[in-house]
């Protein structure tokens, strides 16, 4: 219930605030602080703290592609606080059809997908992401669905074809003990508890083609099991 207050107090004034903002990127950037804010009181309330490890390995005035794994509901806002750069999350479209949730995703230049028509989904959104500019980065969760039991999902491979068309490098995102601070398949409720996020050091792109796809989601895959994480 107060998560619900919460989001139906500060949504509304984020979404008229994203609409008086024009262009994708001046949307990125202004969604980034508001997603800050929402986190921290939402979080502060559940007593839940976020700790990371290697932003360090990141250029915060550089573009990226952050792939993250998916474990619960929580794993966005954990994720958007962690990050330091102005963020579009890849969201599919039947979360646009939530009140208030949705059109807030749209108003602040969240970048919806249809994955009904998965080659011209790739080529609609490689386009829009290549209008962004300065270090506007992407967010994507590469399973495309939560894990209920917490074991990583096969890596879809839309986010790396996205990485290729663009040069953008991809950045592997583990997260921790978003499960047990919002346990999925539940009533949403939010428990204390510590999610601890890893960022690994970025994978170039530059000069790979689809061929080196299924390496790339190797290597994504073993930072974000800690299967041989970081290696090259």
């Known amino acids: ?20 903002r024009k262009g994708l990127t001046s949307k990125g950037r202004l969604c980034r602080p508001l997603a800050n804010l929402y986190t921290k009181v939402l979080y502060g309330a559940f007593r839940v703290r976020v700790v990371h490890r290697g932003i360090e390995q990141i250029d915060p005035q550089r573009p ?29 479209k039947e979360l646009a ?8 995703l749209l108003s602040l ?10 080659e011209q989904a790739r080529a609609a959104l490689a386009g829009t992401i290549s209008g962004l500019s300065g270090n506007n980065s992407i967010i ?6 939560v894990s209920h039991d917490g074991r990583l999902l096969p ?19 583990r997260i921790e003990g978003a499960r047990e601070v919002c346990p999925p398949g539940g009533s949403g409720h ?11 050091p970025p994978l170039p792109v530059c ?7 299924p390496d790339l989601v190797e290597k994504v895959r073993a930072c974000l099991t800690l299967e041989g994480a970081g290696s090259s």
Not at 1 to 6: E, I, Q
Not at 79 to 87: D, H, N, T
Not at 190 to 200: D, E, L, R, W
Not at 207 to 213: A, F, H, L, S
Request: net charge positive; no cysteine; hydrophobic share 55%.
């Open 207 to 213: 000069g790979k083609t689809e061929t080196d796809i």
């Open 109 to 118: 230049g969240q970048i919806m997908v249809d994955r009904e028509n998965t």
């Open 1 to 20: 219930m107060f998560a619900g207050a919460v989001t139906g107090i500060l949504f509304p004034p984020f979404i008229i605030l994203g609409f008086f």
């Open 97 to 104: 059809r939530i009140p208030v949730f949705g059109w807030a």
């Open 155 to 173: 890596l879809k491979k839309g986010g790396f074809h996205l990485a290729i068309r663009t040069g953008l490098p991809i950045v592997p995102v």
């Open 140 to 145: 994507i969760f590469p399973e495309g669905w």
């Open 190 to 200: 939010f428990n204390k508890g510590v999610i601890s996020i890893q960022v690994f």
């Open 64 to 92: 990226y592609v952050f792939m993250a794994n998916h474990t619960s509901i929580a794993d966005p806002l954990a994720v958007a606080l962690a990050i330091p750069q102005p963020f579009h999350f890849i969201f599919k």
